[in-house]
């Protein structure tokens, strides 16, 4: 099976945990759905976000949404590549060492993980 089709898989699987933990905390708590984030003239192609994928791993909102980003959409600071490798935004936990749900996060020099043509 390529990698391709197994991060598929995966992503699928980890949507999944989160609607079931959704479930079981009940109607207070909803997953966010997905949504393209800002692109720069530079960037390498659109991001779209998923908290769905996240939050299996992750657990907990405030740790990102704590840590940089706000809740509402929009009044977070740009997501740059500079700002990722100072450890900031999506650095703070993409930098190759993190470990979150069992595995070790992967960095953002691995671009196309996100960064979709």
């Known amino acids: ?12 699987a980890l949507t999944l945990a989160a609607a079931v933990l959704f479930s079981e905390l009940g109607a207070q708590a909803q997953v ?4 393209t984030m800002p692109q720069a003239d530079t960037s390498p ?4 976000f998923s908290h769905g994928r996240h939050l299996p791993r992750v657990e907990k909102c405030s740790r990102c949404h704590m840590r940089g980003f706000k809740l509402q959409r929009g ?3 740009p997501v ?3 700002a990722k490798q100072e450890g900031k935004l999506c ?10 749900g069992g595995a070790t996060v ?9 960064h979709k043509p």
């Open 1 to 12: 099976m390529t990698e391709r089709r197994h991060s598929r898989r995966r992503g699928w």
């Open 32 to 35: 966010p759905p997905d949504f």
């Open 45 to 48: 192609g659109p991001v779209v």
């Open 75 to 77: 009044a977070s600071p």
């Open 80 to 82: 740059t590549l500079a």
């Open 91 to 100: 650095g703070a936990c993409h930098d190759g060492r993190t470990r979150m």
């Open 106 to 114: 992967f960095p953002v020099d691995e671009c196309d993980r996100c």
